[in-house]
């Protein structure tokens, strides 16, 4: 059975940090892209970014609201991917998902973390 | 990199059957074949219940369908039952990202 499970969500200050981790289970984690979407309460999706698998250079790429603040890493050996967070905004704020693409995009979800970035 | 374009909300009764549109661009929808659909229940993670257009997932009820015409992909719920009002969002890849619609909240009356 496909499990993820985020952590690492928590209350920051506007300008600080926050690293979230998205632990995977079930699958074949060092083959999978793994990607992060976020949520603002009452609010849409927005994806975040990816990573891609050792076999595809480790590739990342961001959404233009995060591009050069939000970096994205994986270790494979512990089945884990990150998302670190730098400059943070109020705008930040949100549910933040991690998601894999198994058989289709975004086929399977965490239940999510919640960021919250206020002073 | 701008969302795509769905309607806020839609509503119909049971029985009926609902349409759901989402526009984006030449560089995203247009381009690919690769728009997915996503429900979500107040509270709960998003659930694939469309990909690639037109597939549905193992254990996703046939009556949810996909379409595309262009920059233009669509969801069709028939036969509507008080368990499908949820919000519905729209995903496609764009190149190296993705992009997802501002959701559509379904009312079932």
């Known amino acids: 059975e496909v499990q993820l499970v985020e952590s690492g969500g928590g209350l920051v200050q506007p300008g600080g940090s926050l690293k979230l981790s998205c632990a995977a289970s079930g699958f074949t984690f060092s083959g999978s892209a793994m990607h992060w979407v976020r949520q603002a309460s009452g609010k849409g999706l927005e994806w975040v970014g990816r990573?891609?698998?050792?076999?595809?250079?480790?590739?990342?790429a961001y959404a233009a609201s995060v591009k050069g603040r939000f970096t994205i890493s994986r270790d494979d050996s512990k089945n884990t991917a990150y998302l670190q967070m730098n400059s943070l905004k109020t705008e930040d704020t949100a549910v933040y998902y991690c998601?894999?693409?198994?058989?289709?995009?975004?086929?399977?979800w965490g239940q999510g973390t919640l960021v919250t970035v206020s002073s | 990199q701008s969302a795509l374009t769905q309607p806020a909300s839609v509503s119909g009764s049971p029985g009926q059957s609902i349409t759901i549109s989402c526009t984006g661009t030449?560089?995203?929808?247009?381009?690919?074949?690769?728009v997915s659909w996503y429900q979500q229940h107040p509270g709960k993670a998003p659930k694939l219940m469309i990909y690639e257009v037109s597939k549905r997932p193992s254990g996703v009820s046939n009556r949810f369908s996909g379409s595309k015409s262009g920059n233009t992909a669509s969801l069709t719920i028939s036969g509507l039952q008080a368990e499908d009002e949820a919000d519905y969002y729209c995903?496609?890849?764009?190149?190296?990202?993705?992009?997802f619609g501002g959701g559509t909240k379904l009312t079932v009356l």
């Open positions: 998601t894999i693409a198994v058989a289709a995009p975004f086929d399977y």
């Open positions: 990573i891609r698998s050792k076999a595809n250079s480790y590739a990342t």
């Open positions: 995903c496609s890849y764009a190149g190296s990202t993705w992009v």
């Open positions: 030449s560089s995203d929808v247009g381009s690919y074949n690769l």
